[in-house]
Nanobody
Framework: VQLQAYGGGLVQAGGSLRLSCAAS????????MGWFRQAPGKEREFVAA????????NYADSVKGRFTISRDNAKNTVYLQMNNLKPEDTALYYC????????????????WGQGTLVTVSS
């Protein structure tokens, strides 16, 4: 599975962005998809994940109620809608895929895309 994330940019605090991650290669619909982020000087952290049917989702506590993960298997794309953004959301955001394990554990994710940068100004 090859992953291409895009949609990052500069936004003011309180604003919104939608990230997208397009997948190609093996059957997208059979993979769970996730988003992770890494801020400057910090370790990569889990953001959200979704099962291949979309029935199961998981979020980091820091983004619950503000971010929504969704997917369109017909378009081989997963989305991360980010609302009420805060300066602490500034990071490089990565998408990832695995064989349908909705988890925050890094070692459970088999495929990674390149990051897309989100910068939130105060």
């Amino acid at each position: 599975v090859q992953l291409q994330a895009y949609g990052g940019g500069l936004v003011q605090a309180g604003g919104s962005l939608r990230l997208s991650c397009a997948a190609s290669g093996r059957t997208f619909g059979k993979h769970a998809m996730g988003w992770f982020r890494q801020a400057p000087g910090k370790e990569r952290e889990f953001v959200a994940a979704i099962s291949w049917t979309g029935a199961s989702t998981n979020y980091a506590d820091s983004v619950k109620g503000r971010f929504t993960i969704s997917r369109d298997n017909a378009k081989n794309t997963v989305y991360l809608q980010m609302n009420n953004l805060k300066p602490e959301d500034t990071a490089l955001y990565y998408c990832a895929a695995n064989r349908n394990i909705v988890t925050s554990r890094f070692d459970a994710w088999d495929y990674w895309g390149q990051g897309t940068l989100v910068t939130v100004s105060s």
